[in-house]
Structure formats: C-alpha cells, structure tokens
C-alpha cells in the first residue's frame, strides 16, 4: 500500500492506494490531525511507502513523520507542480456536476470542498508514472 500525503500548513490531504491502483482512502485533515490519521492508516493497513508533495512544508512534514512514524516506512518526495489545477478537473471526473452546475464550463466550476485529497491520489499517480 501506498500512502499519498499532500502537506500544507492548514490542512493535509491523504490517499491511501494499492499498488494495482485501486484507490482504499482518502480524506482531508486538518494539520494537527495528519500524523493520528496516518498512525491510524497504519494499524489498519500494510503501508510500504508515503508518496509525499514536494513544495509547502514539505522538509519540516518529512522530518515530522519520521520523528513520529520513525523510519520503517521510506518517503519519497514527488514533484507536485500544477496538481492543484489537476486535482480540480479530477474531481469533477470523481463526482460529475448535477442540475445546473452541468451548465457552468468546468474551467469555472470550484470545487465545493478542499481538494488536497485529491492532489495525494495524483502524488500516488505521479510516483507510479515515474516508477
């Protein structure tokens, strides 16, 4: 199992994906929340590798994860430029707009949620494409 965490410093976005890509969770948590939610995952979960964004916090998350998680699980940063523009046509892939929404071209259609959930299945992705 791959983990995909996308940090921020508000809130963390968090995939969980099998290695034949079948997509087992994903949620947003606030900041505080990550690293319970991850400790979580991992009870329930065989997770061999976390995928992680390179840009916002990522040195302090990474440091933060080991320190917490320690050093049985590798994480490899992943170039994570543009994938908030891809998480947003990716969820409306996910979850198609209904009545009137359908109207409104998708380039100017905002998600009604945070979408980092989303930008970790892409980080997921990406780490699969380049491996």
Known sequence: MILGFD??????????????????????????QAIAAIASL?????????VMGNQTTSKQWQKQLKT???DRIPITLVDERYSTLEARDRYWQMYPPRGLKRLIPQGMRLPPRPIDDIVAILLIERYFAQH
């Not at 997509?23 to 947003?28: E, I, R």
């Open 7 to 32: 940090p921020g410093r508000d809130k963390c976005g968090i995939a969980l994906m099998s290695r034949d890509l079948q997509l087992y969770n994903h949620q947003v948590v606030e900041s505080t």
């Open 68 to 70: 917490d998680l320690g």
């Open 42 to 50: 991992q009870q329930q979960y065989a997770i061999t590798q976390i």
